[in-house]
């Protein structure tokens, strides 16, 4: 290279390095506008999201793509990206700004956990004055940081259990016993091995119910997601409950607490399923993981992305989740059957069986966008 062309080159970086400065000041800029938004949007009692706002926005992000050359979806990913980092900070500031917690204290049992540490966080963020009790945490770290929860006694207005099923059963009979006042809820992925002492805890008297949030514990964002509800006998402990979420865009749904597991059989155990026979059915070729990133399709590579979120879960967790619900069965052998109609209709050289099963399966999604009814 010419010393001509590298001083060319260099002044073009040079440039390009103040491009990506400017456009980090401009999202800084843009978030600041945002608060304020968000701000005028909590006074009036505004929803915090406009859907039809946000696709306005988008189209026009859109067509002045196209005017400058650019592409346009490139355009919309980066624009929606800072709509979703948009609404992210506005929900965080709509749950700061509630004060819902304000005086009041909440004990995490299980707080040293992934899930444990984000409840924490979050009943931090509302005012709360948060304890964790964990006996994988340093009692030196802090005062409100105990490897015993007895150590706390039962001056609490929110218990939240992020414990094992089996020790979270043990924990429903043990508080029932000392009958705390405090709202207690536990938030397991599995309910059945919880459902007798739920109901015992409920009819000592303890203010109870059981929740189950429909996320990972790397989740910023709740727009979108979904807090499972379940009333087992005090339809006060659901309110109080269903009120800790309400300053945020998640969806509460209520459902019944012996419906849980089936349902979870199919939306977490079926998923699972899936995910770990996705990667173990890679492994088991004997082809590497390298080899196969060459030349991926798109549809290989959207599956194992989540497949490999999969891989870096809790394997004890997962199992769990797999072994502990009693409607397992319904997904594992509805995946069995499937697997072999497919391998039916390939060995019988019939295009049409095949055909007719991804036919079924379209129509099953169709029916829940709504597509099919248009």
Known sequence: ????????????????????????????????????IGEIKAQAGRQLRDFRRERDVLNAVRSKAQELALD???????????????????????????????GLHALVIGGAGRLGVWLANFLDAQGYQVTIAD????????????????QAGLNFDVIVLATPPGITATLLYELSERQTSALVFDVGSIKT????????????????????????????????????????????????????FSDTMAETVTIPIDRHDRLMALVL???????????????????????????????????LAIASDVAYESPAVYYEIQKLNEHGHLAHDALTRAVG??????????????????????????????????
């Not at 340093?138 to 490897?147: A, D, F, G, K, V």
Request: glycine share 4%.
């Open 1 to 36: 290279m010419s010393e001509h062309s590298h001083s060319q080159l260099n002044a073009l970086r040079e440039a390009l390095d103040n491009v990506d400065q400017h456009l980090v000041e401009l999202a800084a800029q843009r978030q600041r506008i945002v608060s304020e």
């Open 341 to 374: 109609m497919i391998q039916e209709a390939i060995a019988a050289d019939d295009a049409a069986a095949f055909a007719n099963l991804m036919t079924r399966g379209r129509v099953y999604v169709e029916s829940l966008s709504g597509k099919a009814d248009s």
């Open 193 to 244: 091995p919880l459902i007798e002492a739920l109901h015992a805890a409920c009819h000592q008297g303890l203010k109870v119910c059981s929740v189950h949030p429909m996320f990972g514990p790397d989740t910023a964002l709740l727009s979108g997601r979904h807090i499972l509800l379940m009333d087992v006998g005090s339809s006060l402990a659901v309110e109080e409950a269903k009120a800790i």
């Open 269 to 303: 155990g079926l998923s699972h399923t899936i995910n770990i026979a996705f990667l173990v059915a890679l492994v088991e070729t004997g082809i590497g993981a390298s080899e196969l990133s060459e030349l991926s399709s798109t549809t290989f590579a959207r599956q």
């Open 135 to 150: 006996p994988a945490v340093s009692t030196t770290e802090s005062t409100r940081h105990l490897s015993d929860w007895r």
């Open 72 to 102: 346009p979806d490139l355009a919309e990913d980066l624009i929606a990206r800072l709509i979703e980092a948009s609404l992210t900070q506005q929900e965080q500031d709509q749950v700061r700004r509630a004060h819902r917690g304000e």
